[in-house]
């Protein structure tokens, strides 16, 4: 089994590890570079960690400018995880299996935000999805599922900690019969969709007239990256850990 492997943050970096040791990674796609450190681009997470296993790399600005680039790989199968772009049906086309590493319990929260809406919302659990890649977002067949629990303490870090550990292992359990075709999946149910969009800027300021569960799910849920933001004048302040207490 030949894989090509698309991520791009540290959720995606466990996964391609775990990938490597097991099967033939013949290419690793990424996001380009996009943060500069004293004048130099940092690699993103997976670009890094396929370096240093010394995997072949490329970080398209459009994954589907060079289709002819990526089937000379000749991968079987793509693995994406957080790979943050549009994938063109050309290029899923390419492989005889695709899957996604998904951080929702779909059909819930389809989208590029699924772990940090989780928290926002106040939920009480999430989980992983292991999903054939589809043309619609996040629509494919569901090859398997696996439940966590959302503490109270947990913020959107801790949960892609958690999440991505349990991405892996329970891709790890599935990749062989799903490519053999013995584990066939099934199809999601349409009534239950709800989406998970990018984060805005607006969303990360504090309304404090909203009641103030509301306000640490969303501090909880925005910890450590991008923040919460308290505006205060000409000021700004990030904060990254909350709890309710009793009004006296």
Same mark, same amino acid.
């Given at each position: ?5 698309m991520g791009t ?22 996001q ?7 004048g ?14 010394g995997?072949p790399?490329?970080?398209?600005e ?5 289709v002819?680039?990526i ?7 793509l ?17 005889k ?10 059909p ?14 106040g939920d009480?659990k ?9 043309k ?20 959107s ?12 292992d329970l891709?790890?359990?599935?990749i !062989?019969?799903? &490519?053999?075709?013995? *584990? #066939?999946? @099934?199809v999601q149910?349409? =009534? !239950?969709v709800? &989406?998970?969009?990018? *984060? #805005?800027p @607006?969303?990360?300021?504090? =309304? ?18 991008p923040?919460?933001?308290i ?10 850990q909350?709890?309710?207490v009793?009004?006296?």
């Amino acid at each position: 089994m030949k894989i090509v492997f698309m991520g791009t943050p540290d959720f995606a970096v466990p996964i391609l590890e775990a990938l490597h040791e097991k099967y033939e990674i013949v290419l690793v796609i990424s996001q380009p570079n996009k943060l500069k450190k004293k004048g130099q681009w940092l690699d993103t997470p997976v670009a890094a960690t396929a370096k240093r296993l010394g995997l072949p790399l490329y970080q398209p600005e459009k994954v589907g400018a060079d289709v002819e680039y990526i089937r000379s790989f000749q991968g079987d199968v793509l693995v994406t995880a957080a790979f943050g772009q549009y994938i063109p049906s050309k290029v899923l086309a390419l492989f005889k299996k695709t899957m996604n590493v998904h951080g929702s319990l779909l059909p819930k929260y389809r989208g590029g935000a699924p772990i940090q809406r989780s928290i926002m919302n106040g939920d009480t659990k999430t989980g992983i999805t292991i999903i054939e890649m589809a043309k619609k977002l996040d629509a494919g067949i569901m090859y398997a599922k696996r439940e966590c629990p959302i503490l109270e303490s947990d913020t959107s870090s801790t949960m892609f900690e958690k999440l991505s550990k349990m991405g892996r292992d329970l891709l790890l359990e599935v990749i !062989e019969d799903i &490519y053999t075709g013995k *584990l #066939t999946g @099934e199809v999601q149910n349409e =009534d !239950e969709v709800t &989406y998970a969009p990018n *984060l #805005t800027p @607006e969303e990360e300021i504090i =309304d404090f007239n909203r009641p103030a569960k509301d306000i640490v799910h969303q501090i909880m849920g925005l910890s450590l990256e991008p923040g919460a933001t308290i505006v205060f004048k000409d000021i700004k302040l990030k904060v990254f850990q909350a709890k309710v207490v009793e009004d006296t």
